[in-house]
C-alpha cells in the first residue's frame, strides 16, 4: 500500500506577512484575552491639478484620527474622479463623495457591509444621473477598514491596490471598453491575445456613477483580512496609468506615508514638462498598530 | 447533502488544438473535477488528456473499502494504465498532466502528477496548493526563483513526472484533514491560467464573486490582459462549497 504524503501541501503562510498578534499562526501560550488586537491605519493623500484647467478628482478620509468611531464603524478612504470631457465633472466626483459619507453615518457595522457599501454607490448614481441627466458623472473607489478587514466598492477606472509584503496587487477591474471586450472573448471561450481587437476608445469607460443604469459596482462580497505591514492605494487613473507598478511598488515602500506621497509626486512630474497630466489623486492607508 | 457550485473552462488559447481536457462528476455525496493538460511536444497530446478524464470520470465510485485518498491515488493509477495502453496501441508518445479534486464524506482530497495544480480556499485565506513536478518548481523551491517567477522561468516546461510513460508518474495525494464547510471553494487549473494569475489574485477574485462562474471570469479577465500573442491552451475549473 502506497504511502499517503501531504508533502504536496504548500502553505502559503510559509512566506507571508507577519499575522495580527493573536492570530493562532503565531500565538504563544494562552492569550490574556480572546479580542484580536486591531490595527491602527497611518493616512496620507497627493493631489496635483496635472496640466487640467481644474480639479475634478474629489475625496475624503472619515474616522482617519482613529477614537471610538473609527473603533466602532470603521474608517473610510474614497475617492472619484469626474469624467472629464463631460459636463460637471467636479460636481459629480464631490457629489459621489458626499453621498457615501452622509450613507456611512448610518451603516450598521454589524450588518451586511457590502450590501450597504453598494446601496450608497447605487444611490449616488442615481443622484448624479438627476443632477446630470446622464451627460456626466465620475469614477468610485470606497474602501472601508473594519475589524481588521477591508471592504470596497468600485466602478469606472480609478484603482485599488495592496501592496503586501513587497508585491503589488490590483484589487479592483476597470469598467472600459477593452475589459468589455475581454469579457466577451472569455464567452466565446477564445482567450488569447489575438481574440480581442483593440480600438482608440479602448479606455473609455462603460459604467460609471451617473450613467442612470443602477447596475451594481464591483465589490468585496467577502471581507479581506488585513495584517500588520499592509499598505492599501486608491488612486485616479493619474496616477495608475502615468505610473508603473515598479514606481508604485518602490513608493510605497518608502518609511512614512508622507514619503510615499513625495515619491508617487515624483514619478507623476519629474520629466513630465511639456506633456500632458491629468488630475491625480492617491490615498494611502498603511496597517498598523 | 454537499452541494456545489462550479464552472468548467477551458480553451485552446492562441494554440490551433486545445490538447486541455477538464470535467466533473458526481461521488457519493460529493464530486470529483479534474484537469489535464496533454503535453506538446507529444504527439496527441489532447488524446491523451481526454483519456485520463474520461477514465477517472468512469472509474468506479469509492464504496469505502479503501479510505478516499487511496481511491483517488488508485483511480489516476488506473487511467495512467489506460493511457499507457492506448499509447501501445497507437504507437504514439502521449502524455498529461492531471489535477484531481474530490470532496466525499465531508473531505476534500486532491492529487495531482505534472504541473496542473489544485487551490484550496478556507475561511477567506488559502489553505493550500498542490506542488508542481516540475524542474521551475524545484528552482523555487531551493530558493534560486521567486514564487512568481516559475511560470516565466526557462525550465518552467521540464516536468518531472507525467502520465503516459512507463515511470516518473506516481500522483501526490492530500487532504483538507477537516471538514469541508460552506463556503470553501477550490480551483483546479493547467499552467495555462496560474503562469498568469498569482495565488493571491486566485483568493482576491473569490472574495468579490457570487458565483464560481463570475469567479473565473474575474480570473479571466486578469489573464486577458496579461497573455502573449501565442499563449498556451487553458483550463480552469472554480468551485464553490454552498
Redesign the interface.
Known amino acids: 500500500m502506497s504511502q499517503i504524503i501531504n508533502q504536496n501541501i504548500l502553505r502559503v503562510s510559509d512566506n507571508t506577512v507577519v499575522r495580527p498578534e493573536n492570530s493562532a499562526a503565531v500565538r504563544k501560550g494562552v492569550p490574556e484575552s480572546n479580542e484580536p488586537r486591531m490595527l491602527r491605519y497611518q493616512v496620507a493623500n497627493l493631489q496635483g491639478i496635472g496640466t487640467c484647467p481644474r480639479q475634478e478628482d474629489s475625496f475624503a478620509f472619515v474616522n482617519a484620527l482613529g477614537g471610538e468611531q473609527a473603533v466602532r464603524n470603521g474608517m473610510m478612504a474614497i475617492l472619484a474622479d469626474g469624467m472629464g470631457g463631460m459636463s460637471g465633472g467636479k460636481e459629480a466626483s464631490e457629489t459621489a463623495i458626499s453621498t457615501i459619507k452622509t450613507d456611512f453615518q448610518d451603516y450598521d457595522p454589524n450588518g451586511n457591509i457590502p450590501d450597504q457599501l453598494a446601496a450608497s454607490a447605487v444611490r449616488a448614481d442615481k443622484i448624479i444621473y438627476d443632477m446630470l441627466g446622464g451627460n456626466g458623472g465620475c469614477t468610485l473607489a470606497a474602501c472601508l477598514f473594519l475589524r481588521n478587514k477591508m471592504y470596497f466598492v468600485s466602478e469606472g477606472d480609478s484603482f485599488i491596490y495592496l501592496l503586501r509584503n513587497g508585491r503589488l496587487f490590483r484589487l479592483n477591474h476597470e469598467f472600459n471598453i477593452v475589459h468589455e471586450s475581454y469579457l466577451e472573448a472569455i464567452h466565446n471561450r477564445t482567450v488569447s491575445a489575438k481574440s480581442v481587437v483593440h480600438r482608440p476608445d479602448d479606455e473609455a469607460l462603460t459604467h460609471f456613477i451617473g450613467d442612470g443604469s443602477g447596475a451594481a459596482p464591483e465589490r468585496l462580497v467577502r471581507p479581506m483580512d488585513l495584517y500588520v505591514g499592509d499598505i492599501v492605494m486608491l488612486c485616479s487613473d493619474g496616477v495608475g496609468d502615468f505610473v508603473t507598478e515598479n514606481q508604485v511598488i518602490e513608493a510605497l515602500g518608502k518609511k512614512s506615508t508622507d514619503e510615499m506621497c513625495a515619491e508617487l509626486d515624483r514619478c507623476i512630474n519629474e520629466g513630465a514638462e511639456g506633456k500632458y497630466r491629468d488630475n491625480y489623486t492617491a490615498l494611502i492607508v498603511k496597517c498598523t498598530y | 447533502m454537499m452541494r456545489f457550485d462550479s464552472f468548467i ?6 494554440r490551433e488544438v486545445n490538447e486541455d481536457h477538464a470535467g466533473s462528476g458526481k461521488l457519493p455525496d460529493g464530486e470529483i473535477f479534474i484537469v489535464a493538460d496533454g503535453l506538446g511536444g507529444h504527439t496527441c497530446g489532447d488524446v491523451a488528456s481526454d483519456c485520463i478524464v474520461r477514465s477517472m470520470l468512469e472509474a468506479p465510485q469509492p464504496d469505502g473499502s479503501v ?1 478516499p ?2 481511491w483517488l ?1 488508485d483511480t489516476i493509477n488506473a487511467a495512467n494504465a489506460k493511457l499507457a495502453e492506448l499509447r501501445a496501441a497507437q504507437n504514439k508518445s502521449m502524455k498529461s498532466t492531471v489535477a484531481a479534486l474530490a470532496v466525499t464524506g465531508g473531505r476534500a482530497y486532491w492529487a ?1 502528477v505534472g504541473d496542473s495544480r489544485v487551490y484550496y480556499f478556507h475561511r ?3 489553505e ?4 508542481d513536478h516540475s524542474v521551475a518548481f524545484k528552482k523555487f523551491r531551493s530558493g534560486e526563483i521567486s ?2 517567477m516559475i511560470g516565466k522561468d526557462e525550465d518552467q516546461s521540464g516536468l518531472l513526472r507525467s502520465l503516459g510513460g512507463n515511470d516518473r508518474n ?1 500522483p ?4 483538507s ?1 477537516h471538514a469541508v464547510e460552506s ?1 470553501d471553494a477550490f480551483v483546479l487549473c493547467s499552467d495555462g491560467v496560474w503562469e498568469y494569475v ?4 486566485f483568493l ?1 477574485d ?5 458565483s464560481a462562474a463570475e469567479w473565473a ?2 480570473v ?6 496579461r ?5 498556451d491552451n ?1 483550463s480552469l475549473i472554480t468551485v464553490r462549497v454552498l
Open positions: 473552462f477551458t480553451s485552446a488559447g492562441g479510505p485518498e487511496k491515488e495531482n477567506n485565506d488559502i493550500a496548493i498542490t506542488e514564487r512568481d506516481t501526490d495525494v492530500g487532504c484533514g463556503g498569482r495565488d493571491e489574485e482576491i473569490l472574495l468579490k464573486s457570487s471570469d474575474y479571466l479577465m486578469r489573464l486577458m490582459e497573455l502573449p500573442s501565442n499563449n487553458l
